[in-house]
């Protein structure tokens, strides 16, 4: 459990954040708090806002009111608390800065797939990073060791099932050593018997102290990782709490009822 | 029909030297029709406006008038606006290019269309900057996708080059037609003009098979 130190700068912090595709409002003002090495789960519906409120984390979304900071630096938003400024993101250069610090793990994997195992964990520190190939290989090796692949360094994503791409997928999200690790929907694409291995490596991840923000339909991780979990219901926060809190004894009927229905 | 090969044995080194211009002219305008498709592909892409309108009427117009009034325009107007004289093969290498460019820019933007978003997402999401991202993770993939497309426009070039003939340029069919008019004939100049444009084509799909293969 971490606690809510009054003073420390939040891992991520969100200022009444709005967004919307056409005219359906997606987000409708969210305000949210990720402190250092908390692992927050979002639950809800699907189409509750979930994914693209974690997806104005690394600014894939920019949201067109409010502000998001990572780590204290403004990320989309125009700085300035409460103004209600339509939002812009960082000019180029220090998005992808910011960027190169936070892992995003999707639903759907996105390996490279014309690249090896190994090169596709390699290829951000080279790049972006500006390791030799030879430094990023030794990185990638180790973390393929992390997730227990280290055998496939070699093999292409086509050649691997689910489970282990989406363990690929999370050894080149940490290859760039993010301080913050953002998960949309990680095991939703797997076979359940490929969910486990998955989940034991966020696990992991979580113990070691990684800050965390984790959209899933994994009630059972939620509980047992999860040090907040955040219910959210047509693009607003509905309750928020611990998981003994929320899970067990929930105060609004709408968690009720969604909780009811996927326990 | 009767044929008569010494015909086209006594216009065999006036068809050959025909035939490298054919190639010759075709070679250069893939090169720069695939160049400057690249930038007009992108142009389009691009969400300023400034950019992608102007693009997207050079695709309408190049794509939405015949190649053969094209030729005229680049041979009787353009050419000699800019260099003060007419030319067949300058003429014939810029109506060819640019026309080119207006098919290849939609080959590369479907190309690069047909990537899954996730692929830019994921790619951007580890630091990537967008010029990084197209070079490392879009284009490798795309350009394996855009080469069966590219084959065809090629080979669609080849054939269309014999126009040219129209502003007397040497090549294939214009050496096919002074045979014609010089010996009233016509198995021989348009059979062996086919032949040889046949020939070219094989060569080009066999070698485009074998790149295709290598990728």
Redesign the interface.
């Known amino acids: 459990m971490v606690p809510w130190t009054a003073g420390q700068t939040a891992m991520v912090e969100l200022n009444g954040v709005c967004k919307t595709f056409g005219k359906s409002m997606v987000l409708s003002g969210i305000t949210l708090r990720v402190m250092p090495r908390e692992v927050v789960v979002l639950i809800g519906p699907s189409g509750s806002g979930k994914s693209t409120l974690l997806r104005c984390m ?1 600014a ?1 979304e920019t949201p067109e009111q409010g502000e998001v900071y990572i780590d204290g630096v403004v990320l989309t938003g125009n700085g300035e608390k409460a103004t209600g400024r339509a939002a812009v993101a960082s000019p ?1 250069a220090a998005l ?2 910011m ?6 793990v ?1 639903q ?1 994997f ?5 690249m090896s195992v190994i090169e596709n964990i390699m ?2 520190p080279v ?2 990073r500006g390791l030799t190939r030879e430094q990023a290989r030794r990185k990638g090796v180790a973390l393929l060791g992390k997730v227990g692949l280290e055998d496939k360094s070699h093999a292409l994503p086509s050649s691997l099932s689910g489970g282990q791409m989406q363990r690929v ?1 999370i050894a ?2 940490l290859a ?1 050593e993010p301080k913050l690790m953002l998960f949309d929907e990680p095991t939703s694409a797997l076979d359940p018997e490929m969910v486990g291995e998955v989940l034991n490596v966020m696990n992991e991840l979580a113990e070691e102290g990684m800050t965390m923000v984790v959209v899933t339909h994994e009630i059972g991780f939620a509980r047992e990782v999860g040090d907040r979990i955040v219910f959210m219901e047509q693009g607003r926060i509905v309750e928020e709490g611990t998981p003994a809190q929320l899970l067990e004894a929930p105060r609004e009927e709408r968690t009720r009822s969604f909780l009811s229905k996927v326990l | 029909m009767d044929f008569r090969f010494e015909i086209v044995w006594r216009y065999a080194p006036l068809l050959a030297r025909g035939m490298l211009l054919t190639v010759w002219m075709s070679a250069v305008s893939i090169v720069i029709g695939l160049i400057l498709g690249l930038a007009v592909g992108f142009g389009k892409m691009s969400h300023r406006p400034y950019f992608s309108w102007p693009m997207n009427g050079y695709i309408h117009f190049f794509r939405g008038t015949p190649l053969y009034v094209q030729i005229l325009i680049v041979h009787f107007g353009l050419v000699p606006l800019v260099l003060g004289r007419t030319d067949a093969v300058v003429a014939a290498i810029t109506a060819l290019s640019l026309n080119s460019a207006a098919y290849t820019a939609e080959i590369y933007r479907a190309g690069i269309q047909s990537i899954d978003r996730g692929q830019r997402e994921a790619a951007l999401s580890l630091g990537l900057t967008p010029w990084q991202t197209m070079r490392h993770v879009i284009l490798p993939q795309a350009v394996k996708r855009m080469i069966p497309a590219f084959g065809n426009e090629f080979i669609v070039l080849i054939k269309d080059s014999s126009l040219v003939a129209l502003i007397a340029a040497p090549e294939i069919m214009y050496w096919s037609n002074a045979m014609r008019g010089q010996y009233m004939r016509v198995w021989e100049p348009y059979l062996t003009a086919a032949l040889l444009y046949l020939v070219l084509t094989y060569v080009l799909n066999k070698l485009l098979v074998y790149v295709e293969r290598r990728l």
């Open positions: 690394n894939l180029g992808h800065r960027r190169a610090e936070i892992g995003m999707f759907q996105n390996l490279f797939p014309h290829l951000a790049r972006v997928a080149r999200a760039m």
